[in-house]
Protein backbone atom coordinates (compact mmCIF):
# COMPACT_ATOMS: atom_id res chain seq x y z
CA UNK A 1 0.00 0.00 0.00
CA UNK A 2 1.00 3.33 -0.95
CA UNK A 3 0.20 6.60 0.96
CA UNK A 4 0.88 10.34 0.91
CA UNK A 5 0.56 12.04 3.77
CA UNK A 6 0.62 16.10 4.60
CA UNK A 7 2.46 16.86 7.81
CA UNK A 8 1.94 19.40 10.38
CA UNK A 9 5.22 21.34 8.91
CA UNK A 10 3.49 21.56 5.21
CA UNK A 11 5.57 18.79 4.10
CA UNK A 12 4.40 15.44 2.35
CA UNK A 13 5.17 12.01 3.50
CA UNK A 14 4.75 9.23 0.78
CA UNK A 15 4.58 5.86 2.14
CA UNK A 16 4.71 2.58 0.93
CA UNK A 17 3.86 -0.49 3.24
CA UNK A 18 5.54 -4.14 2.72
CA UNK A 19 6.28 -7.16 4.13
CA UNK A 20 9.71 -7.59 4.96
CA UNK A 21 11.67 -10.98 3.71
CA UNK A 22 14.25 -12.51 5.60
CA UNK A 23 17.29 -10.29 5.36
CA UNK A 24 16.03 -7.21 5.29
CA UNK A 25 18.32 -4.90 7.28
CA UNK A 26 21.12 -6.73 5.36
CA UNK A 27 19.76 -5.57 1.78
CA UNK A 28 19.66 -2.38 3.35
CA UNK A 29 23.28 -2.22 4.00
CA UNK A 30 24.13 -3.42 1.06
CA UNK A 31 22.24 -0.60 -0.13
CA UNK A 32 24.45 1.78 1.70
CA UNK A 33 21.90 2.08 4.17
CA UNK A 34 22.54 3.17 7.96
CA UNK A 35 20.52 2.33 10.99
CA UNK A 36 19.16 5.79 12.74
CA UNK A 37 17.36 3.99 16.02
CA UNK A 38 15.66 1.31 17.09
CA UNK A 39 13.12 2.36 19.11
CA UNK A 40 9.49 0.71 20.85
CA UNK A 41 6.12 2.58 21.66
CA UNK A 42 2.62 1.80 22.16
CA UNK A 43 -0.06 3.16 19.84
CA UNK A 44 -4.13 3.43 21.11
CA UNK A 45 -6.38 3.99 19.21
CA UNK A 46 -9.73 5.61 19.44
CA UNK A 47 -13.20 5.50 17.65
CA UNK A 48 -17.13 5.46 18.32
CA UNK A 49 -18.25 1.70 19.04
CA UNK A 50 -19.72 2.14 15.36
CA UNK A 51 -16.09 2.74 14.04
CA UNK A 52 -17.88 6.28 12.65
CA UNK A 53 -14.13 7.39 12.21
CA UNK A 54 -12.37 4.72 10.60
CA UNK A 55 -15.53 4.29 8.62
CA UNK A 56 -15.22 8.17 7.00
CA UNK A 57 -11.25 7.38 6.78
CA UNK A 58 -10.23 9.08 9.99
CA UNK A 59 -7.96 7.12 12.58
CA UNK A 60 -7.18 8.62 15.90
CA UNK A 61 -4.28 7.46 17.57
CA UNK A 62 -2.19 8.86 20.85
CA UNK A 63 1.21 7.25 20.65
CA UNK A 64 3.54 6.90 24.30
CA UNK A 65 5.92 9.73 24.35
CA UNK A 66 4.33 11.89 21.17
CA UNK A 67 1.17 12.64 21.85
CA UNK A 68 -2.47 12.55 19.59
CA UNK A 69 -2.81 12.00 15.82
CA UNK A 70 -5.59 12.11 13.54
CA UNK A 71 -5.09 11.23 10.05
CA UNK A 72 -8.00 12.27 7.48
CA UNK A 73 -8.09 11.71 3.72
CA UNK A 74 -7.03 14.08 1.23
CA UNK A 75 -7.85 14.25 -2.31
CA UNK A 76 -5.40 12.30 -4.53
CA UNK A 77 -5.02 13.09 -8.30
CA UNK A 78 -2.30 9.84 -8.93
CA UNK A 79 -4.00 6.51 -9.92
CA UNK A 80 -2.65 3.31 -8.43
CA UNK A 81 -2.44 1.29 -4.74
CA UNK A 82 -2.32 4.86 -2.70
CA UNK A 83 -4.21 6.71 -0.40
CA UNK A 84 -3.57 10.09 0.25
CA UNK A 85 -3.77 11.95 4.00
CA UNK A 86 -3.77 15.09 6.13
CA UNK A 87 -1.81 14.41 9.05
CA UNK A 88 -3.39 16.56 12.15
CA UNK A 89 -0.81 16.30 15.64
CA UNK A 90 -1.98 20.48 16.89
CA UNK A 91 -5.10 19.35 19.69
CA UNK A 92 -6.99 22.38 18.97
CA UNK A 93 -7.05 21.14 15.25
CA UNK A 94 -7.33 17.61 15.87
CA UNK A 95 -10.80 18.13 17.95
CA UNK A 96 -11.77 20.60 15.44
CA UNK A 97 -11.88 17.88 12.82
CA UNK A 98 -13.72 15.18 15.15
CA UNK A 99 -16.32 16.98 16.00
CA UNK A 100 -16.65 17.75 12.22
CA UNK A 101 -16.80 14.65 10.98
CA UNK A 102 -18.98 13.26 14.33
CA UNK A 103 -21.44 16.12 13.90
CA UNK A 104 -20.63 17.30 17.78
CA UNK A 105 -20.05 21.16 16.53
CA UNK A 106 -20.61 22.49 20.26
CA UNK A 107 -18.10 19.99 21.64
CA UNK A 108 -15.06 21.87 20.49
CA UNK A 109 -13.58 23.08 23.79
CA UNK A 110 -10.32 21.79 25.69
CA UNK A 111 -7.99 19.22 24.39
CA UNK A 112 -8.52 15.65 22.50
CA UNK A 113 -9.04 13.75 26.05
CA UNK A 114 -11.62 16.26 27.25
CA UNK A 115 -13.97 15.20 24.47
CA UNK A 116 -12.98 11.39 24.09
CA UNK A 117 -16.52 10.67 26.28
CA UNK A 118 -18.68 13.70 25.52
CA UNK A 119 -17.97 12.59 21.69
CA UNK A 120 -18.53 8.76 22.27
CA UNK A 121 -14.87 7.98 21.89
CA UNK A 122 -13.22 5.17 23.19
CA UNK A 123 -10.23 2.98 22.72
CA UNK A 124 -10.74 0.36 20.54
CA UNK A 125 -7.23 -1.27 20.08
CA UNK A 126 -3.76 -0.42 21.44
CA UNK A 127 -0.23 -2.75 20.68
CA UNK A 128 3.56 -2.01 21.10
CA UNK A 129 6.02 -2.11 18.14
CA UNK A 130 9.37 -2.74 17.96
CA UNK A 131 10.77 -0.24 15.09
CA UNK A 132 14.35 -0.22 13.39
CA UNK A 133 14.92 2.91 11.28
CA UNK A 134 16.87 2.92 8.74
CA UNK A 135 17.99 5.99 6.19
CA UNK A 136 19.35 6.07 2.65
CA UNK A 137 20.24 8.48 0.19
CA UNK A 138 18.71 7.69 -3.28
CA UNK A 139 18.95 9.13 -6.51
CA UNK A 140 17.72 8.54 -10.28
CA UNK A 141 18.72 9.13 -13.44
CA UNK A 142 19.28 13.09 -13.84
CA UNK A 143 17.68 13.72 -10.89
CA UNK A 144 18.48 15.58 -7.41
CA UNK A 145 19.58 12.69 -4.32
CA UNK A 146 16.94 12.55 -1.84
CA UNK A 147 16.52 10.78 1.37
CA UNK A 148 13.98 7.46 1.98
CA UNK A 149 13.45 6.43 5.20
CA UNK A 150 12.14 2.75 6.02
CA UNK A 151 10.77 2.05 9.14
CA UNK A 152 10.89 -2.44 10.29
CA UNK A 153 7.54 -2.63 12.35
CA UNK A 154 7.28 -5.56 14.58
CA UNK A 155 3.93 -5.42 16.95
CA UNK A 156 3.64 -7.55 20.02
CA UNK A 157 1.08 -9.72 18.15
CA UNK A 158 3.45 -11.37 16.45
CA UNK A 159 3.10 -9.23 12.61
CA UNK A 160 6.12 -7.56 10.60
CA UNK A 161 5.72 -4.74 8.54
CA UNK A 162 8.10 -2.11 6.58
CA UNK A 163 7.40 1.34 5.49
CA UNK A 164 9.64 2.92 2.83
CA UNK A 165 9.13 7.09 3.07
CA UNK A 166 9.90 9.84 1.13
CA UNK A 167 9.23 13.66 1.86
CA UNK A 168 8.61 16.36 -0.12
CA UNK A 169 7.02 19.68 -0.52
CA UNK A 170 4.68 20.13 -3.16
CA UNK A 171 2.11 17.79 -4.45
CA UNK A 172 3.67 17.74 -8.02
CA UNK A 173 7.08 15.97 -6.22
CA UNK A 174 4.82 13.26 -5.35
CA UNK A 175 4.58 11.19 -8.45
CA UNK A 176 8.81 11.21 -8.66
CA UNK A 177 9.35 10.43 -4.72
CA UNK A 178 6.42 7.42 -5.61
CA UNK A 179 8.74 5.85 -8.26
CA UNK A 180 11.88 6.44 -6.13
CA UNK A 181 10.23 4.74 -3.58
CA UNK A 182 8.84 1.72 -6.21
CA UNK A 183 12.63 1.27 -7.31
CA UNK A 184 13.66 0.50 -3.79
CA UNK A 185 10.96 -1.22 -2.53
CA UNK A 186 11.47 -3.53 -5.84
CA UNK A 187 15.36 -3.68 -4.97
CA UNK A 188 14.44 -4.87 -1.48
CA UNK A 189 12.47 -7.42 -2.99
CA UNK A 190 9.13 -6.55 -2.77
CA UNK A 191 6.47 -7.58 -5.32
CA UNK A 192 4.89 -4.50 -7.20
CA UNK A 193 1.50 -5.12 -6.17
CA UNK A 194 1.91 -6.20 -2.68
CA UNK A 195 -0.94 -4.56 -0.47
CA UNK A 196 0.27 -5.27 3.23
CA UNK A 197 -2.12 -3.78 5.27
CA UNK A 198 -1.31 -1.67 8.11
CA UNK A 199 -0.49 -3.24 11.80
CA UNK A 200 -3.69 -1.87 13.39
CA UNK A 201 -6.10 -3.54 10.76
CA UNK A 202 -4.35 -6.53 11.48
CA UNK A 203 -4.93 -6.46 15.01
CA UNK A 204 -8.83 -5.80 14.72
CA UNK A 205 -8.94 -9.00 12.34
CA UNK A 206 -6.81 -11.20 14.91
CA UNK A 207 -8.87 -9.70 17.94
CA UNK A 208 -11.86 -7.59 17.17
CA UNK A 209 -13.55 -9.58 13.81
CA UNK A 210 -16.87 -7.95 14.15
CA UNK A 211 -14.78 -4.35 13.84
CA UNK A 212 -13.19 -5.65 11.33
CA UNK A 213 -15.96 -6.86 9.30
CA UNK A 214 -17.62 -3.69 9.94
CA UNK A 215 -14.73 -1.57 8.28
CA UNK A 216 -15.15 -4.23 5.45
CA UNK A 217 -18.67 -3.18 5.27
CA UNK A 218 -17.65 0.51 4.99
CA UNK A 219 -14.89 -0.07 2.83
CA UNK A 220 -12.60 1.84 4.83
CA UNK A 221 -8.69 2.18 3.70
CA UNK A 222 -6.16 0.24 5.62
CA UNK A 223 -4.52 2.76 7.48
CA UNK A 224 -1.33 2.32 10.21
Request: charged fraction near 25%; charge should be negative.
Amino acid sequence: MILAESMAQGLIEVERKFIPGPGIEERLQELGGTLEHRITFRDTYYDTPELSLMRSNHWLRQREGSGWELKCPGASGISGPHTEYKELTSEPAVVAQLCEVLGAEGQAGGGVAAVLVPLGLQEVASFVTKRSSWKLVFSGVNEEESVLKVDLDTADFGYAVGEVEALVQEETEVPVALKKINTLSSMLGVPAQERAPGKLIVYLQHFCPQDYQRLLEGNSSTED
